[in-house]
């Protein structure tokens, strides 16, 4: 897996985050059985920037914690020779540390658990459903334990 971090936001030090968030991609696509052989991008943002993407590709005009965007609908597609891009993951920081606060956390755990739900949103899960919320949370539960992040950091 070719994992690119993008940081666009200034308030935290994301420094430590990439070891982080390479362990969770990558236990994740264990868990799933899936090939990991995929271009990831995941975004660490801001709540104004979150809330705009929000606006315009949902119109949803709220900031939100985390947004997935597909490359395509029917998977992946690449030039010959270059890994397929499986999407973007976007976080908010802002709403990170928030929820970590909320629930009684660390916003490392927090980032990596929105990492997961939003590369389950990019492999095709949803939680429209009751069935499919039960499923898409026993998978994020699933991996976040392989990860060790439910116990803190």
């Known amino acids: 897996m070719e994992l690119a971090i993008r940081n666009q936001q200034n308030t935290f030090d994301v420094r430590h985050l990439r070891s982080l968030l390479q362990e969770v991609m990558e236990t994740a696509f264990q868990r799933l059985g899936a090939s990991s052989a995929v271009e990831l991008v995941i975004v660490l943002t801001d709540d104004a920037s979150i809330r705009t993407l929000n606006r315009d590709f949902r119109g949803n005009d709220a900031s939100t914690d985390v947004l997935s965007f597909p490359q395509q609908d029917n998977g992946p597609a690449s030039p010959a020779g270059e890994l397929p891009v499986l999407g973007d993951i976007v976080v908010s920081l802002e709403t990170a540390q928030r929820q970590a606060a909320e629930y009684g956390h660390s916003v490392d755990r927090e980032v990596g658990y929105l990492a997961v ?29 392989a990860c060790q992040l439910l116990r803190e950091r």
């Open 117 to 145: 739900h939003g590369l389950l949103h990019l492999m095709g899960f949803d939680h429209e459903s009751d069935e499919g919320k039960k499923r898409m949370r026993s998978w994020e539960k699933d991996i976040m334990q």
